[in-house]
C-alpha cells in the first residue's frame, strides 16, 4: 500500500524481491557469511527504501520510519567495519568469514 501511495511501479514484484533479500540476507549475516558485503548490500537498500518510502518531508507520519531505518543502516555500518574482508569466490561462498580473519 505504501509503494501504491508514492506511486512506485511493479510494486508486487518489488515487494517479493524485497522479501527474498531480506530473508537471505538476514540468513548470511546470522550464518556468518559475507558480512561486510551483505551489511553494504543492506545499507543500500535502506538508503533507497527511506528515500524512495520513508520521505517525511512530504509525508510527516514517516519520521518514525525513517529514523528507526538511520539506526539499523549505522549498525550495519558498524557490523561491516568489524567483519574481516574476503575474496569475491565461488570456492569459498559457503565458507565462514571467521576462516578470513587475520
Known sequence: ??????????EG?????SAVVNIVG???????????????GFVLY????????????NFPDEMQNFIKNLG???GLL????ASPSRPL???????SDKKFSA
Open 1 to 10: 500500500a505504501l509503494m501504491t501511495l508514492h506511486n512506485v511501479p511493479f
Open 13 to 17: 514484484p518489488l515487494v517479493a524481491f
Open 26 to 40: 538476514g540468513l548470511f549475516l546470522a550464518t556468518n557469511r559475507h558480512v561486510r558485503l551483505t551489511s553494504f
Open 46 to 57: 535502506i538508503v533507497l527504501v527511506n528515500a524512495l518510502l520513508h520521505d517525511f518531508w
Open 72 to 74: 539499523i543502516l549505522a
Open 78 to 81: 558498524v557490523l561491516a567495519g
Open 89 to 95: 569466490n565461488l570456492r569459498y561462498l559457503l565458507a
